[in-house]
């Protein structure tokens, strides 16, 4: 069985950096699959934040890039997401999830999602 653990801080002010882990048990992040980090805003639907694969190359949506940086630990079995400068409309749940091969938006196992709240 697949799963997936987010963890990180719940509250941030503006123009800190945001850091999310996601512990992954019953698969290795280096098989075939896009290890995904998205997230829900209130009142918004699902927003793709960016990928790394197995291989370690990294997909990022445009919107977010310039403040967006995905990595992983495998000896940890663990994938990072940091989101710099941020700013209150950055407050959603983040998830992390896994990315069917050959298919970046398509996911069979999601994390819990972690609320996480920028606000002075």
């Known amino acids: 069985q697949v799963q997936l653990q987010e963890s990180g801080p719940g509250l941030l002010k503006p123009s800190q950096t945001l850091s999310l882990t996601c512990t992954v048990s019953?698969?290795?992040?280096?098989?075939?699959?896009?290890w995904t980090w998205i997230r829900q805003s209130p009142g918004k639907g699902l927003e793709w934040m960016g990928a790394?694969?197995?291989?370690?190359?990294?997909f990022y949506n445009p919107d977010l890039e310039s403040r967006t940086s995905i990595s992983r630990d495998t000896s940890k079995n663990q994938f990072t997401l940091q989101l710099s400068s941020v700013i209150p409309e950055d407050t959603a749940v983040y998830y992390c999830?896994?990315?069917?091969?050959?298919?970046?938006?398509?996911?069979?196992?999601w994390g819990q999602g972690t609320q996480v709240t920028v606000s002075s």
């Open positions: 790394i694969a197995y291989s370690g190359s990294t």
């Open positions: 999830a896994r990315g069917m091969p050959k298919s970046l938006y398509t996911y069979d196992y």
């Open positions: 019953g698969d290795v992040i280096t098989n075939n699959y896009y």
